[in-house]
């Protein structure tokens, strides 16, 4: 057998992607394409008193202007997949006067070109019946969620208790009791959302930006009230999502339904400032923990409540308050979730969803119970190192965190640090180390792979999975390679279309273990039936002496692994970080991650991941929020000048990652747990945990600019 899984192989489509010859969805061109422009709301909340668009309909090459009162009626039949909101209805765009949020859709121009509808666009002219709308979190009494499911579909109760932890706090010998806050993040991959939509009689195909084709299916089929199976969706290449591409967002239906109308395929393109109003983002979160210990540092108590804002036609939840149920010992927990609705369009998951967040709000407060205890942060933390995950009472399958806090800060140099803040120079910077602690469940879901070897010794594996950017083509390529026996070259992945065996949605650190498990059983079985057919043990062979090409298809589910254990990766994040004392100016300076996260099956593509999540969270810490005009909820930086992003210069200049090394045979076949999400969780709390150890100075607020340092 040929050993590929675990070597460090180059992205097997990265020619494609540096040389252009990739098609996302914006560049595919279907002859007689229009082009459509959205008209969205400038209002809050209220109703659409006049819409004239008589201007627009004789603008230059345009074909069809559509608003609620000319557009058809759709059908929005009941579709909820595991990344919609459980509770509530989606957006109903063009059916009638309501407008809920700003930014709405509210009518849809088809031209031409691009420029001709965009201009239309700008000429039609709307007048509003406002009402009263709510776009401040502060004015919102937050409200227990109706749903108990969130993300993947995990039961977890809005209040949970355990022991007594209100009396255990009141006792505490040393306790913590801080609010802690992140605002609003936006997805801002490098594409845009775009669709193409095109029918052919009563069969529609869609080429768009996603991340779970079959999924788009369902929802357009739902809206359109037609057979899924009668559409395809296309989508070989994303250009980073981040979350962002989970739901099937209203603009792929208005690219359907103005296909429909103008009897043409219609492109619909997203702008960089339509992105805030169109496709979700990470909610805005207020959080207040409580921790209390005993002097020698023991937990005593851990409350944690949180709340964060969700739309007024729809309740999304996420699972932030997953890690201060099980992350540390503790026998009195008490964790509160609320939602608080308002004006604003339906959060989305984004990179580590809720659990990212609150982690930044727990780690932060242990490293502030650390400093009241005079405790070394990393000591604390292995002082309260579970022996199971108290909150499901069960068993880790693996937990490598001792391993990763030891591997870290040996590579980091942490037994350099002074504790004291304000200590630690470099001529006029002052210098801080800081740490976290990383976690991530791992989920696995039922996928479906075909494998498909042909006479000349090729196979040609597929699954209808995506790829965002971590490496999809190249580590499905791998387990087909190694499981079959052939060299990685011989060995042709395909995804990205309906057509292909259904798999589930590209997130949630998923997508190897579900879709990979899927690909390695599918080979097996292909490579069996051709070495029992065609004899010997060499496949070229067998399949040389067969003389027609053989198929073998896989599915694969999870078993009853996850009632009997807790499953996660983990890692330790460290971090320095230098402050200019006079301008508040943070730049970080290294960044030293360790993590187990079971095995890894191509170490180059894994540390990309990796690296892509430190630098995120750079940005979590120090520099993204979407400002709202709270008057309407206007996004007044809905554009890359203001909403500043990390770039090459933002990076440090080192970025060390490791893996522990961990055999885990419970998490699924390939005993992998991924790594695109808990890359990302635990930099935003070390980084403010070593700004507090340069400045002195605690920022519980993200992200971290210079005027709140001076």
Same mark, same amino acid.
């Given at each position: 057998?040929?050993? @590929?899984?675990?070597?460090?192989?180059?992205?097997?489509?990265?020619?494609?992607? @540096?040389?252009?010859?990739?098609?996302?969805?914006?560049?595919?061109?279907?002859?007689?394409?229009?082009? $459509?422009?959205?008209?969205?709301?400038?209002?809050?909340?209220?109703?659409?008193?006049?819409?004239?668009t008589?201007?627009a309909?004789?603008?230059?090459?345009?074909?069809?202007?559509?608003?609620h009162?000319n557009?058809?009626?759709?059908?929005?039949?009941q579709?909820?997949?595991?990344?919609d909101?459980?509770?509530?209805?989606?957006?109903?765009?063009?059916q009638?006067?309501r407008?809920?949020?700003?930014?709405?859709p509210i009518?849809?121009?088809?031209?031409?070109?691009?420029?001709?509808?965009?201009?239309?666009?700008?000429?039609?002219?709307?007048?509003?019946t406002?009402?009263?709308?709510?776009?401040?979190?502060?004015?919102?009494?937050?409200?227990?969620?109706?749903?108990?499911k969130?993300?993947?579909?995990?039961?977890?109760?809005?209040?949970?208790?355990?022991?007594?932890?209100?009396?255990?706090?009141?006792?505490?010998?040393?306790?913590?009791?801080?609010?802690?806050?992140?605002p609003?993040?936006?997805?801002?991959?490098?594409?845009m959302?775009?669709?193409?939509?095109?029918?052919?009689?009563?069969?529609?195909?869609?080429?768009?930006?996603?991340q779970?084709?079959?999924?788009?299916?369902a929802?357009?089929?739902?809206?359109?009230?037609?057979?899924?199976?009668?559409?395809?969706?296309?989508?070989?290449?994303?250009?980073?999502?981040?979350?962002?591409g989970?739901?099937?967002?209203?603009?792929?239906?208005?690219?359907?339904?103005?296909?429909?109308?103008?009897?043409?395929?219609?492109?619909?393109?997203?702008?960089?400032?339509?992105?805030?109003?169109?496709?979700?983002y990470?909610?805005?979160t207020?959080?207040?923990?409580?921790?209390?210990?005993?002097?020698?540092?023991?937990?005593?108590?851990?409350?944690?409540?949180?709340?964060?804002?969700?739309?007024s036609?729809?309740?999304?939840s996420?699972a932030?308050?997953?890690?201060?149920?099980?992350?540390y010992?503790?026998a009195?927990?008490?964790?509160?979730?609320?939602?608080?609705?308002?004006? @604003?369009?339906?959060?989305?998951?984004?990179?580590?969803?809720?659990?990212?967040?609150?982690?930044?709000?727990?780690?932060?407060?242990m490293?502030?119970?650390?400093?009241?205890?005079?405790i070394?942060?990393?000591?604390?933390?292995?002082?309260?190192?579970?022996?199971?995950?108290?909150?499901?009472?069960?068993?880790?399958?693996?937990?490598?965190?001792?391993?990763?806090?030891?591997?870290?800060?040996e590579?980091?140099?942490?037994?350099?640090?002074?504790?004291?803040?304000?200590?630690?120079?470099d001529?006029r910077?002052?210098?801080?180390?800081?740490?976290?602690? #990383?976690?991530?469940?791992?989920?696995?879901?039922?996928a479906? #792979?075909?494998?498909?070897?042909?006479p000349?010794?090729?196979?040609?594996?597929?699954?209808a999975?995506?790829?965002?950017g971590?490496?999809?083509w190249?580590?499905?390529?791998?387990?087909a390679?190694?499981?079959?026996?052939?060299?990685?070259?011989?060995?042709?992945?395909?995804l990205?279309?309906?057509?292909?065996?259904?798999?589930?949605?590209?997130?949630?650190?998923?997508?190897?273990?579900?879709?990979?498990?899927a690909?390695?059983? $599918?080979?097996?079985? #292909?490579?069996?039936?051709?070495?029992?057919?065609?004899?010997?043990?060499?496949?070229?062979?067998?399949?040389?002496?067969?003389?027609?090409?053989?198929?073998?298809?896989?599915?694969?589910?999870?078993?009853?692994?996850?009632?009997?254990?807790?499953?996660?990766?983990?890692?330790?994040?460290?971090?320095?970080?230098?402050?200019?004392?006079?301008?508040?100016?943070?730049?970080?300076?290294?960044?030293?991650?360790?993590?187990?996260?079971?095995?890894?099956?191509?170490?180059?593509?894994?540390?990309?991941?990796?690296?892509?999540?430190?630098?995120?969270?750079?940005?979590?810490?120090?520099m993204?929020h979407?400002?709202?005009?709270?008057?309407?909820?206007?996004v007044?930086?809905?554009?890359?000048?203001?909403?500043?992003?990390?770039?090459?210069?933002?990076?440090?200049?080192?970025?060390?990652?490791?893996?522990?090394?961990?055999?885990?045979?419970?998490?699924?076949?390939?005993?992998?747990?991924?790594?695109?999400?808990?890359?990302?969780?635990?930099?935003?709390?070390?980084?403010?945990?070593?700004?507090?150890?340069?400045?002195?100075?605690?920022?519980?607020?993200?992200?971290v600019t210079?005027?709140?340092?001076?």
């Amino acid at each position: 057998m040929t050993a @590929v899984i675990g070597q460090p192989v180059s992205r097997i489509d990265g020619r494609r992607k @540096v040389t252009g010859a990739a098609t996302y969805a914006a560049e595919f061109e279907v002859s007689g394409q229009a082009h $459509a422009a959205i008209v969205r709301s400038t209002v809050g909340n209220g109703r659409i008193a006049s819409i004239d668009t008589a201007m627009a309909e004789r603008a230059l090459g345009v074909i069809a202007v559509l608003t609620h009162r000319n557009a058809p009626r759709l059908a929005y039949r009941q579709h909820k997949a595991m990344v919609d909101p459980q509770i509530g209805e989606r957006l109903h765009v063009l059916q009638d006067d309501r407008v809920t949020h700003q930014g709405q859709p509210i009518a849809l121009v088809i031209a031409d070109t691009i420029e001709q509808a965009r201009h239309a666009a700008t000429l039609v002219r709307v007048t509003y019946t406002p009402e009263t709308g709510i776009a401040d979190i502060s004015r919102v009494e937050p409200v227990l969620p109706t749903q108990e499911k969130t993300d993947q579909g995990q039961a977890r109760p809005p209040e949970m208790r355990r022991g007594d932890p209100e009396a255990a706090l009141a006792e505490a010998e040393v306790k913590v009791d801080q609010t802690y806050v992140i605002p609003r993040e936006n997805h801002n991959p490098i594409e845009m959302h775009a669709t193409i939509a095109a029918w052919d009689g009563d069969r529609l195909t869609l080429w768009d930006k996603t991340q779970w084709v079959h999924n788009v299916a369902a929802e357009i089929a739902a809206v359109f009230g037609i057979p899924a199976e009668n559409i395809r969706v296309i989508s070989p290449f994303v250009g980073g999502a981040f979350g962002s591409g989970l739901r099937t967002w209203p603009h792929v239906t208005l690219a359907a339904l103005g296909a429909r109308v103008a009897d043409r395929p219609v492109k619909v393109m997203l702008s960089r400032r339509e992105m805030f109003y169109g496709v979700g983002y990470r909610p805005h979160t207020v959080q207040r923990v409580a921790l209390g210990s005993s002097r020698d540092g023991r937990l005593a108590a851990i409350v944690h409540d949180g709340h964060q804002e969700t739309s007024s036609y729809e309740e999304f939840s996420e699972a932030l308050l997953d890690s201060s149920r099980f992350l540390y010992s503790c026998a009195n927990v008490y964790t509160r979730y609320r939602l608080a609705p308002m004006n @604003v369009h339906t959060p989305a998951h984004m990179r580590a969803p809720g659990v990212v967040s609150g982690n930044f709000a727990l780690e932060a407060a242990m490293d502030e119970l650390a400093v009241a205890l005079n405790i070394d942060p990393v000591e604390l933390r292995l002082r309260n190192e579970p022996e199971q995950d108290e909150f499901k009472k069960l068993p880790f399958s693996s937990r490598s965190t001792r391993e990763c806090y030891r591997i870290a800060a040996e590579r980091f140099g942490w037994t350099q640090r002074n504790p004291e803040p304000r200590s630690m120079r470099d001529g006029r910077w002052l210098i801080g180390w800081g740490m976290a602690t #990383a976690n991530y469940p791992m989920h696995y879901a039922p996928a479906s #792979a075909m494998a498909r070897l042909l006479p000349d010794g090729t196979a040609v594996v597929t699954s209808a999975s995506s790829d965002m950017g971590p490496g999809t083509w190249t580590s499905m390529t791998q387990v087909a390679a190694e499981t079959l026996g052939l060299p990685i070259e011989r060995v042709t992945f395909v995804l990205g279309d309906t057509q292909l065996p259904q798999a589930p949605v590209h997130g949630g650190s998923m997508t190897m273990a579900s879709v990979g498990s899927a690909v390695q059983a $599918a080979c097996r079985k #292909a490579r069996a039936d051709a070495l029992a057919r065609g004899g010997g043990n060499d496949l070229a062979d067998a399949l040389r002496r067969l003389g027609q090409p053989l198929e073998a298809s896989a599915d694969v589910k999870p078993g009853d692994e996850g009632s009997r254990f807790s499953m996660h990766s983990f890692g330790a994040v460290f971090v320095e970080v230098a402050v200019d004392p006079d301008l508040g100016e943070t730049r970080v300076r290294r960044l030293v991650g360790a993590y187990g996260a079971g095995r890894i099956v191509n170490p180059k593509t894994t540390r990309s991941q990796c690296i892509g999540g430190m630098i995120g969270g750079i940005g979590m810490a120090l520099m993204e929020h979407s400002f709202m005009d709270t008057r309407n909820g206007r996004v007044p930086n809905a554009n890359l000048a203001e909403y500043p992003v990390p770039v090459h210069a933002d990076a440090p200049s080192v970025m060390d990652v490791i893996f522990v090394e961990e055999h885990d045979p419970h998490v699924n076949p390939l005993g992998v747990k991924g790594v695109g999400e808990v890359a990302i969780v635990g930099v935003a709390p070390a980084i403010t945990n070593a700004i507090f150890h340069a400045t002195g100075k605690r920022i519980r607020e993200l992200p971290v600019t210079p005027d709140k340092l001076l």
